[in-house]
């Protein structure tokens, strides 16, 4: 029997559909997208969703950023709160501790953190991600060029330097350019870097270390790849001419005092120096020769030492040697090479007797000399030239001895006696060259014969 209209009972088909409903749990509304894609988080408010977080580690976050593009939405408004800017943004950076919550060190925490906004903001423009980091991270004042006082002790430019690392992580070049163009308008660094370049050495000393420590732990952050470093470095030097990227690399990357941190200009003039001094630059010479930087040319950085080797003043040829010796055998030759082409072979004949001394001083073995020095000779187009460079070779070895022996003999000596002790390693650096080419020229005689 068919029911009155008046009766009062709602058609069959209505009734299960509501009884489906409540069976399914689901508020009326809730069939809305943006709140289907926070599953279970839907059921709680705002707040308790952000009490929730608290107890998440940043990686846990992390991965709750990539559920939804909701609940990724919510994330980022979390991170902007005071109580996520607390949670997320710490900020001991003068007192690490060997671990943390977790067991994770700051600079770990860095490294998660860079990947959270690096998902929370995948959707969003180059433009709009950097401006949004920005705006999260501008309260942190150590992230600022100028704005620990106690930059030596902080950590915190080298925690953003993993932050931004992981952030702009396989990132394309034309996107990092414009992270680069963003911190360099962000930081005023084009008229900084203007100002030290162009002053006398040591007279901005302050903002030579500024600079050194920004570019050192922010933009060639330890740990990054090779090419991204081989970027970074590009960009800083390539917008200036080349005497200007000379001061600049020693700026970043020259030896500094172990007492204040300021860059030691006089050291390559002074005196001999020793390997730990000039490691940063050779590093930094091998970087922008190797296949990574493909903006450079070897002309580019052979121009590059050599302009180098006047700054501030022109060092001392043993220290062109060393740090020549420490670049690595491609440069080295080319350097040398460069200098055979271009008829300098009384230059040439010089270095060559500093990198037979380094090489006696520093242990290298001294076939290596000896096989550089016959790389070096097939260069020469003629056999005058090449017997020319060897004469100019024994006679820098016989002035550079008179030299020695003469300030011997004046009593030319100070606390370490270091005349009398660069004249017995001159001698036995001679002496052991000289050992080597006999043996190569007996070895290829008896070969002949």
């Known amino acids: 029997m068919t029911p009155s209209a008046g009766s009062g009972r709602a058609p069959l088909p209505r009734q299960r559909h509501r009884r489906s409903r409540r069976r399914s749990g689901r508020a009326p509304g809730s069939d809305s997208p943006a709140l289907a894609a926070l599953g279970d988080f839907q059921t709680l408010p705002l707040?308790?969703?952000?009490?929730?977080?608290?107890?998440l580690s940043v990686k846990d976050i992390s991965m709750l950023s990539m559920v939804s593009k909701t609940i990724s939405g919510r994330l980022i408004n979390y991170i902007s709160t005071s109580s996520g800017s607390r949670r997320l943004l710490l900020q001991d950076f003068?007192?690490?501790?060997?671990?943390?919550?977790?067991?994770?060190?700051?600079?770990?925490?860095?490294?998660?953190?860079?990947?959270?906004?690096?998902r929370c903001t995948l959707l969003l423009p180059t433009r709009d991600r950097l401006k949004y980091v920005h705006k999260v991270l501008s309260g942190v004042s150590c992230f600022k060029l100028n704005g620990c006082a106690s930059p030596l002790h902080c950590l915190?430019?080298?925690?953003?330097?993993?932050?931004?690392?992981?952030?702009?992580?396989?990132?394309?070049?034309?996107?990092?350019?414009?992270?680069?163009?963003?911190?360099?308008?962000?930081?005023?660094?084009?008229?900084?870097?203007?100002?030290?370049?162009?002053?006398?050495?040591?007279?901005?000393?302050?903002?030579?270390?500024?600079?050194?420590?920004?570019?050192?732990?922010?933009?060639l952050s330890p740990g990054s790849r090779r090419s991204d470093c081989a970027f970074w470095l590009t960009r800083i030097l390539k917008p200036w001419p080349m005497v200007n990227q000379a001061r600049l690399l020693y700026i970043i990357f020259g030896p500094v005092s172990s007492r204040d941190g300021h860059v030691v200009w006089q050291k390559m003039i002074e005196g001999p120096t020793d390997e730990t001094s000039l490691k940063g630059l050779a590093d930094a010479i091998k970087l922008l020769y190797g296949t990574e930087a493909r903006e450079w040319t070897a002309d580019d950085v052979i121009s590059l030492v050599d302009e180098l080797s006047v700054v501030p003043q022109e060092w001392l040829m043993e220290n062109n040697a060393r740090l020549l010796l420490l670049s690595g055998n491609s440069i080295c030759f080319t350097f040398m090479a460069s200098k055979a082409v271009n008829g300098r072979a009384v230059e040439l004949a010089r270095l060559m007797v500093f990198m037979v001394l380094v090489c006696e001083k520093d242990l290298y073995c001294m076939d290596w000399a000896v096989r550089m020095m016959q790389k070096v000779c097939k260069?020469?187009?003629?056999?005058?030239?090449?017997?020319?460079?060897?004469?100019?070779?024994?006679?820098?070895?016989?002035?550079?001895?008179?030299?020695?022996?003469?300030?011997?003999?004046?009593?030319?000596?100070?606390?370490?006696?270091?005349?009398?002790?660069?004249?017995?390693?001159?001698?036995?650096?001679?002496?052991?060259f000289h050992k080597e080419i006999l043996s190569v020229a007996m070895g290829s005689s008896s070969s002949s014969s």
């Open 47 to 55: 707040e308790i969703f952000q009490m929730v977080l608290n107890y």
């Open 94 to 118: 003068h007192q690490e501790l060997p671990a943390r919550r977790g067991g994770a060190s700051i600079l770990e925490h860095y490294r998660a953190l860079g990947l959270l906004l690096k």
């Open 156 to 219: 915190g430019l080298q925690c953003y330097g993993v932050f931004l690392q992981i952030l702009t992580a396989g990132w394309d070049e034309l996107e990092c350019h414009r992270v680069f163009n963003f911190l360099w308008e962000l930081s005023n660094l084009a008229r900084k870097v203007q100002t030290v370049v162009s002053s006398k050495p040591g007279s901005a000393r302050r903002l030579e270390l500024r600079i050194r420590l920004f570019c050192r732990g922010v933009l």
């Open 379 to 432: 260069v020469f187009s003629s056999p005058w030239e090449r017997n020319n460079f060897l004469q100019c070779l024994e006679n820098s070895f016989a002035r550079m001895l008179m030299d020695m022996l003469q300030a011997v003999l004046a009593g030319d000596r100070d606390e370490e006696d270091s005349s009398f002790l660069n004249l017995f390693h001159l001698m036995n650096a001679q002496a052991s």
